[in-house]
């Protein structure tokens, strides 16, 4: 029996973005075939790991819908940290061996590397164990995997030097002043006793830990992109889902002979017996996905209010508002508007992944107003498997799979009044949602995927011997 081992940044059940749901489909097909299968994730919080009120174990095991996976904690993810640990981690890469060791995959798919760090494709390199890397962002390029500036434009890559990062990134690596004085506090009581004390004391600590920390900081920033893209070459082949990730991939120093093009597949089993919509007297305008200012939801919201007020249509919204809590309050307070479109707006929270076909059916058109250039949202893919049709942003991989007037509607990125314009148009114009519907195609499977990630591990599978 072959072994693979998987890793991923986080995983089920406590975190269940698309990137997760794309490595358990993965790990469930390949054990379907009959390969053994070890996931290997993390386990950090969603908003900043410095707020980790975490217990003393280094590495947990469970298992995941018949799938074993073992979890890097935040104790060992966090020992001795330094800001280089963030693309080269040694206590983690240590563990990683023993675990390689004990578990002798015959083959490494890394999902993403985030929280591991790209040490794991070192070790797995020195123990002559071949590296798969099936792309879902754009970590090894951009440490905020993004690509996206802070004044809201997407750009390209690190660039000469790394200098563009050092404005981006390196400021993330600092806690903001409100947890710095909070962290100070309690460790120095004494800077509590006066407001006027305390502020002068905090601030003056801030600016100092600041200037002791950023020589550390910048040089890590600045080391960042050379030391991932002598990683990233070291692998045997990096499967990527869009030619935008080709391009920048390629762009950005890492081997074009190593990528292939190998786009997402999703279940389709649980979605296909959801074509048909369910009957509505609205227009039943839809956004599924994380609650979180990259994804774009209030420019969503802020068009679906700017729409006439007697627009035949109601927007429910999908997700928690409560996983990054500040950016929910900020959703919920925009749809108490007291306008007429307000009244229209539901926030439906999060549902089981087995219900996602039966909710699609009930949806008219969905919402991807994302703020990057995001690669393939599985949502999309799910949406256009139950012929759902899709407005996004005119960007990246998603406006790789939406034909513009054809199978979709796309609007301009941070544009509010261009999104206004496609809502208005699925709202208005009588027949239109029917036409993208009849020209969507089949959408593509976890087993034609697997297939097609299996003729790539062949060359580096023919000569390992089965346990």
């Known amino acids: 029996m072959k072994r693979v081992l998987l890793t991923v940044h986080k995983f089920f059940p406590e975190h269940r973005a698309g990137t997760e749901v794309l490595t358990l489909n993965i790990a469930k097909e390949l054990k379907a075939r009959g390969y053994e299968v070890l996931i290997v994730t993390a386990n950090p919080p969603d908003v900043d790991a410095r707020r980790k009120e975490t217990h003393n174990d280094l590495t947990s095991s469970y298992e995941y819908e018949g799938i074993k996976v073992h979890v890097i904690e935040e104790a060992l993810r966090l020992k001795g940290y330094r800001f280089s640990y963030e693309y080269d981690h040694p206590h983690v890469a240590a563990h990683f061996r023993e675990l390689l060791n004990d578990f002798k995959p015959d083959l490494v798919q890394i999902v993403h590397a985030q929280n591991h760090s790209a040490a794991i494709i070192d070790v797995a390199r020195e123990l002559n164990i071949p590296v798969i890397f099936y792309s879902t962002d754009f970590w090894f390029v951009c440490p905020i995997v993004q690509l996206k500036r802070p004044d809201g434009k997407v750009c390209r890559g690190p660039g000469p030097g790394a200098l563009k990062c050092l404005d981006c990134y390196t400021p993330k690596l600092f806690p903001p002043l409100s947890e710095f004085k909070e962290a100070l506090g309690a460790k120095y009581p004494a800077t509590t006793k006066s407001a006027s004390l305390q502020d002068a004391t905090v601030k003056a600590a801030y600016s100092a830990y600041i200037a002791a920390k950023l020589p550390d900081a910048a040089s890590a920033t600045l080391r960042r992109p050379g030391r991932l893209r002598l990683a990233a070459n070291k692998m045997q082949a990096i499967l990527v889902p869009t030619k935008l990730m080709h391009d920048v991939f390629v762009e950005n120093g890492i081997d074009k002979k190593l990528i292939h093009h190998v786009p997402f597949g999703i279940r389709l089993e649980a979605l296909t017996a959801h074509t048909t919509k369910t009957q509505s007297p609205h227009v039943r305008i839809a956004f599924i996905g994380t609650l979180f200012e990259h994804k774009g939801v209030d420019l969503l919201i802020k068009a679906f209010l700017a729409l006439p007020p007697n627009a035949d249509c109601n927007l429910s919204i999908y997700g928690s508002t409560e996983q990054f809590p500040e950016y929910g309050k900020k959703l919920l307070d925009m749809a108490r508007d007291g306008s007429k479109n307000a009244?229209?707006?539901?926030?439906?929270?999060?549902?089981p992944q087995e219900k996602f076909g039966e909710i699609l059916s009930n949806i008219d058109v969905l919402v991807i107003p994302s703020r990057w250039y995001e690669n393939t949202p599985l949502v999309m893919q799910s949406a256009l498997a139950t012929k759902t049709p899709l407005i996004a942003t005119d960007l990246g991989g998603m406006a790789e799979i939406i034909a513009h007037d054809?199978?979709?509607?796309?609007?301009?990125?941070?544009?509010?009044?261009?999104?206004?314009?496609?809502?208005?148009?699925?709202?208005?114009?009588?027949?239109?949602?029917?036409?993208?519907?009849?020209?969507i195609k089949e959408e593509r499977s976890v087993q034609v995927m697997v297939d097609d990630i299996e003729r790539i591990y062949a060359p580096f599978l023919k000569n390992t011997p089965s346990a």
Not at 343 to 351: H, L, P, R
Not at 416 to 438: D, H, I, M, N, P
């Open 406 to 439: 054809t199978t979709g509607l796309l609007f301009k990125l941070n544009s509010v009044e261009s999104l206004k314009e496609q809502l208005l148009r699925v709202v208005t114009e009588k027949g239109l949602l029917e036409k993208f519907r009849a020209n």
């Open 343 to 351: 009244e229209k707006i539901s926030f439906k929270g999060t549902f």
